[in-house]
Each structure stands twice: as structure tokens, then as C-alpha cells.
């Protein structure tokens, strides 16, 4: 008995080996460090950048998230191109340029920096609105992309509790979120939007139905486990992942685009209210 004891004794030390070495690369992402939002404002506040339309403000302002190929210039601009024009200014949140991220890589792969982690970002960035007296700080709305969607979901969900690798950071910074709009956010595991989300924030989420990158299906999935109505989607049938601008991916849909840009629009002038 003793042998046979023995080889699956053996078996199993191999197996949770393999188990751990398969682990590893994702060691950053699985065990951040203690973080909590003193630190996280710190690290941010050199890493945002305020663009506000003509006139002197204070100005409802919308608060950009980058997916996880960083901060990339094409986003900026169309964001830019929309937002001003309607009125808002906009913050642009960069994560990676607060961590000195220069490989996005590991990011887009899962081994570092995952969207629950980076939701403490997101009520940092929330309470450094007050330190910007052109930023109508009662009047914020949230719009992340793919990963930094992802971000945005994980922070209400978190609603103001301790989270992935954070202390509890509060709602103070939640209250002043009027409304919340993610593109073709991700989100499977380890994304916590399963049946928890901030009710009273306003949402719009815009998901492509040929997405390559996220899976969209996830996010109906998650859907179904809200309250009817958490959630108002919007889905594009034709549409891959980063259609809304110019990348990489080479997935730029105008019409869609537009379309898009038209919906949130009329979202952010429902729940921020008139700009003019």
C-alpha cells in the first residue's frame, strides 16, 4: 500500500507545482500591494490632465479612464473632439503614467494591474476634482474605456468598501458622480460586477457584438444578475473592439462612432444637466 500511497502523494505535490509556476507570472496582479487612498491621490495628482471648454467655469466635468493599452493620443482626441464641444470639460485619468507603466503589455495580458486593483483610481481621482476650481465637483460624470470601463464598473461595485489590494476608501467621492458610461468594458473573472453595483449612479453601457478582446457576453451575463434597469445598454452588432476611434486594432467604425457619441451625449445632458 505503501508504494501506490506514495505515487499519488507524489502526483499531487507535481500538480500544485505546476499549479504555482502557472501562477506566477500573475503573481503582481493576484497579490498587490496594500494600497488605500491617501497613497493613491499622491501617486495620481501629477497624472491628470484637465481640458475645459471656452468661458470661466466651474464646468460639469466628465473623468476619462484608458483601456489597458494606455493613454493612447487617438482616445484623447476623440473623446476631446466630442466632449468640449458640448460643453464639459474633461480629466484624463492616467493609471499607467502614476505606476510608471511604460509596458502595457502585462497589463492587456493580466499579469499586472487588473481593473479591480485599479479602482482605488478611480475614487482618487473623484475626490482630486475639489483641488481644480474649474471642475463643478457635484456634477462629475465617469467614462472608462475597455479596461479602464472595467475600473469604473469594479468601484461601484466596490461602493466605497475595501477592495482588491485597497482599504475601504469611502463614498464621498461616489456621491458626486452624476453618471457612469463604459465602452466594451471587460467583464469576466476576476471583474467583481456580479450582482453589485451602485444603484443611484445613472449607467450606460455600450458593448460591441464581434468584440475580440473582451467578451461581451460576459457583461450580458453580468447584467442578468442586476436589478432590471442598473443598466442601460447599448449593444452594436457590427462592431469589434475600439470601434469609437482610431487604434491599432484598425476596428474604426465612423458611423458607429458618431452614434455612439451621440447616445452618451444625450446620457451626460440627462443626469450633468444643461451646460449652456
Known amino acids: 500500500m505503501r508504494r501506490p500511497f506514495r505515487w499519488i502523494a507524489f502526483g499531487f505535490v507535481s500538480l500544485s507545482l505546476v499549479a504555482l509556476l502557472g501562477l506566477y507570472p ?7 500591494v496594500d494600497d488605500d487612498l491617501a497613497h493613491a491621490k499622491a501617486r495620481l495628482a501629477p497624472h491628470l490632465r484637465l481640458l475645459t471648454p471656452p468661458g470661466d467655469g466651474p464646468f460639469a466635468t466628465v473623468l476619462v479612464f484608458h483601456g489597458c ?9 476623440s473623446v476631446t473632439d466630442w466632449v ?25 495580458a493580466g499579469k499586472r494591474l487588473w481593473g479591480n486593483q485599479r479602482a482605488l483610481d478611480v475614487y482618487a481621482a ?12 457635484q456634477r ?26 485597497f482599504s475601504a476608501p469611502g463614498q464621498q467621492g461616489l456621491a458626486r458622480v452624476r453618471a457612469a458610461v463604459t465602452y466594451y468594458p471587460y467583464c469576466g473573472f476576476p471583474a ?4 453589485h453595483l451602485q444603484p443611484a449612479i445613472p449607467q450606460l453601457m455600450l458593448l460591441a457584438d464581434q468584440d475580440r478582446i473582451t467578451d461581451h457576453q460576459q457583461c450580458l451575463e453580468a447584467l442578468q ?26 476596428t474604426y467604425q465612423p458611423q458607429l462612432a458618431k452614434d455612439a457619441q451621440q447616445r452618451v451625449s444625450r446620457f451626460l445632458r440627462t443626469h450633468l444637466g444643461s451646460t449652456r
Not at 69 to 77: A, L, N, Y
Not at 126 to 137: A, G, K, N
Request: hydrophobic share 40%; glycine share 12%; net charge negative.
Open 26 to 32: 500573475y503573481r503582481d496582479a493576484l497579490l498587490p
Open 69 to 77: 493599452s494606455g493613454q493612447r493620443q487617438e482616445m484623447v482626441k
Open 84 to 108: 468640449l464641444p458640448a460643453g464639459y470639460a474633461v480629466l484624463f485619468v492616467d493609471s499607467y503614467g502614476a505606476r510608471g507603466i511604460t509596458d502595457w503589455q502585462p497589463v492587456c
Open 126 to 137: 473623484l475626490e482630486l476634482t475639489t483641488d481644480y476650481p474649474q471642475i463643478d465637483s
Open 140 to 165: 462629475l460624470a465617469l467614462l472608462g474605456f475597455s479596461h479602464g470601463g472595467w475600473s469604473i464598473l469594479d468601484a461601484l461595485s466596490y461602493a466605497g468598501e475595501a477592495g482588491h489590494g
Open 192 to 195: 467583481h460586477l456580479r450582482g
Open 225 to 250: 444578475q442586476l436589478a432590471p434597469g442598473s443598466v442601460q445598454l447599448q449593444q452594436y452588432a457590427a462592431a469589434d473592439h475600439v470601434f469609437d476611434h482610431e487604434s491599432d486594432l484598425a
